[in-house]
């Protein structure tokens, strides 16, 4: 209570102290509970039921004019604020506490799912394990088996003996129009054991032939399976051989002109060999997945569907559908990161928007946070600890438990904080506490009323979001305490009491951003454990930031 007195002068006489006539009321007219401002101050107006009380509002005091009224501007410095606001009139008082959010509300840009790239830095471990794949096959071996055993006759030989070549290359490179399927074979030779008679007496010919590449080129599709599942699907193939160099043995002129027209036939055999090898072994090429999945996020269901599919010169395009509780907007238009928004070390861009997690706030996931609990025991004895350990916590009567009823309240917003040690935070600025002592087990008297602003910020852990808990605000409306105590410092003192009540709940709070491309984005490709690797603010043509809208960089593998 503010010490004060107010002095009434009638004539010369001295002041007397003056009653009040009515009881003292506090409306306020603005802002409405859980506003959001669109911008970074709010106003704040009302009215007291005496002119003469004395106003503060966030610890300030405001002029009240003759008619009791009051009209102040209150910025707003983070993501929300609790405007307090106090009457005070004599031994009476009254306190209210509005949160208020700064700028608009994520949900109503929520587009309803997100845009996700795949991007080119992806393509280069497919493309090493299948060219570790085609190596494997002993694919030389395989094409002088079915070249066959030549020309071996008594007069002739030419007989195919070994393949040599370096390893294969294969490219990946995506354009509008699919994904361009490279093969590249280098430093092609091709050994022949050669020989012929002449005038009765055999002369060995060894001969070979070189050819600098050969390269089969396909067209690849983007394609989804029923479950899902993405794979590049090869359609029409061709091949070009560099012109042959022929190292020819000794032959006898007659004999020349039949060594290099078989040799012509051992030559388009390679050609068909190597498109057969691509259309056959790399007809179809897994690129993981699912990208339409039912799954948990936090205790919510997420519906995730695609609704498009697309390549440009940037990589795999998709845009999916994010369901939770409500449907996907049909058309479903989403943002599509390109390869300058999400960093140069990420494999997945996802262009993520905020109002995924606001909608994850209006989901089941505050049954997390609600409690309603009746502790005895041994629980109720370590429960117990955070409220005795309280400033003027160790006057509190001796009881068999502690009954503790946490309500999230309805104001609430979620914000993304564009770095990864505060990825996004969810805010619960007036989450109500009440807290009772029971007496055997049959009532619960009230000891703690309290409203605290919770935050719970999410935290990049490799490709996973865990939660911090904090409560950097708060008010106390009724404490039991004996003696003296310091409001900020219970506030502080009841922070970690939430970590206590999920722990009691058996609550895991984890998003793992993995689980939205299943558990091996690509079959056959090794990798370390996947990582968010950076958190970028999407800008407009202008150069200026998207509210709410964030491309979110990973490394899979």
């Not at 209210?96 to 795949?118: C, H, L, Q, Y």
């Not at 088996?145 to 195919?160: E, H, N, Q, S, W």
Request: charged fraction near 20%.
């Amino acid at each position: 209570m503010l010490p004060f007195l107010l002095i009434a002068q009638v004539g010369c006489n001295y002041g007397t102290l003056k009653v009040p006539q009515q009881p003292l009321t506090l409306e306020i007219d603005t802002p409405e509970y859980g506003v959001f401002t669109g911008g970074a101050e709010v106003r704040v107006a009302g009215r007291v039921s005496v002119p003469n009380a004395v106003v503060t509002v966030e610890n300030r005091e405001v002029v009240v004019g003759t008619d009791g009224t009051f009209d102040v501007t209150v910025p707003i410095a983070g993501a929300y604020r609790n405007i307090d606001v106090r009457a005070f009139y004599f031994e009476e008082q009254i306190r209210e506490r509005i949160p208020v959010f700064s700028g608009t509300n994520p949900k109503d840009a929520w587009p309803g799912g997100m845009g996700v790239r795949i991007t080119p830095r992806l393509f280069e471990p497919i493309a090493e394990s299948l060219e570790q794949q085609i190596d494997d096959t002993m694919w030389a071996e395989s094409l002088i088996a079915l070249l066959g055993g030549g020309v071996d006759t008594d007069t002739f030989r030419l007989i195919p003996t070994e393949l040599r070549h370096r390893p294969v290359e294969i490219a990946l490179i995506p354009d509008a129009d699919g994904i361009l399927l490279e093969l590249r074979y280098r430093d092609l030779t091709l050994e022949l054991d050669a020989g012929f008679a002449l005038n009765g007496t055999w002369i060995d010919a060894p001969s070979e032939v070189g050819f600098e590449e050969m390269v089969v080129t396909a067209r690849a599709d983007v394609v989804v399976d029923a479950n899902g599942l993405l794979s590049l699907q090869v359609g029409q193939a061709s091949m070009d051989l560099s012109d042959p160099v022929l190292q020819l043995g000794p032959f006898d002129g007659s004999l020349l002109g039949f060594a290099v027209q078989l040799i012509g036939d051992l030559i388009a055999g390679i050609g068909d060999f190597a498109l057969d090898l691509l259309l056959g072994f790399l007809a179809d090429i897994p690129l993981g997945g699912p990208f339409a999945f039912q799954t948990d996020l936090l205790g919510t269901s997420l519906d995730v569907s695609l609704a498009d599919l697309g390549t440009d010169t940037e990589g795999v395009w998709l845009d999916l559908g994010l369901g939770l509780g409500d449907p996907v907007p049909s058309p479903l238009v989403v943002h599509r990161p390109t390869l300058a928004e999400g960093g140069p070390q990420a494999d997945v861009i996802l262009a993520l928007h905020e109002g995924l997690f606001a909608s994850l706030v209006d989901s089941d996931l505050l049954d997390l946070v609600s409690q309603d609990l009746e502790l005895g025991g041994l629980l109720g004895a370590g429960i117990g600890l955070v409220f005795t350990n309280l400033p003027g916590g160790n006057t509190a009567p001796d009881a068999d438990g502690w009954c503790v009823n946490v309500v999230p309240g309805e104001a609430r917003a979620a914000r993304m904080g564009g770095t990864l040690a505060d990825f996004a935070t969810i805010y619960l600025p007036d989450l109500r506490l009440n807290v009772g002592i029971t007496h055997d087990g049959l009532r619960c008297d009230p000891w703690l009323d309290a409203s605290l602003a919770l935050e719970a910020t999410f935290v990049v852990d490799g490709s996973a979001l865990d939660f911090e808990l904090a409560a950097p605000d708060g008010a106390v409306f009724y404490y039991g305490a004996t003696g003296e105590w310091d409001e900020a410092e219970v506030i502080s003192g009841l922070g970690g009491l939430f970590d206590v009540l999920l722990g009691l709940a058996g609550s895991s709070l984890q998003i793992d951003l993995a689980d939205l491309f299943g558990t091996g984005l690509i079959p056959g490709v090794e990798g370390g454990d996947p990582r968010i690797t950076g958190i970028f603010a999407i800008e407009d043509a202008e150069g200026e930031p998207i509210e709410g809208l964030y491309a979110v960089g990973m490394d899979l593998l």
